[in-house]
């Protein structure tokens, strides 16, 4: 079993900054395959990033692709989401999940591939 708990979000302006963090207790963080994902008003649940266990190999969502940067420290149990040049459409409430790695994947994309969760962060961007 593994607890996430996403901090760091809030109101800003379009084109500022914010970095969000979550931090996972429970079983041994660099089992798990991390990912960020957003879920704005009326929508579904869309994919942000990704990041391998080991943190060697991340992924994106076109739409915050050289925007957005993904990482982790294993030591910390963190998993963190810098996001940079922010735009009104990037509002939403974002969540960090969780997935025991496999030898095969990677990194995974899909809302349903993810096994834990967290509760969520508002990110709120003003125009």
């Known amino acids: 079993q593994v607890q996430l708990v996403e901090s760091g979000g809030g109101l800003v302006q379009a084109a500022d900054s914010l970095r969000l963090s979550c931090t996972a207790s429970g079983r041994t963080f660099s089992s798990y395959v991390m990912g960020w994902f957003r879920q704005a008003p009326g929508k579904e649940r869309d994919f942000v990033a990704a990041?391998?266990?080991?943190?060697?190999?991340?992924y994106y969502a076109d739409s915050v692709k050289g925007r957005f940067t993904i990482s982790r420290d294993n030591v910390k149990n963190t998993v963190y989401l810098q996001m940079n040049s922010l735009k009104p459409e990037d509002t939403a409430v974002y969540y960090c999940?969780?997935?025991?790695?496999?030898?095969?994947?990677?990194?995974?994309?899909?809302?349903?591939?993810?096994?834990?969760w967290g509760q969520g962060t508002q990110v709120t961007v003003s125009s």
């Open positions: 999940a969780a997935v025991l790695r496999d030898t095969v994947v990677v990194v995974r994309t899909r809302v349903d591939e993810y096994e834990y």
């Open positions: 990041i391998s266990w080991s943190g060697g190999t991340t």
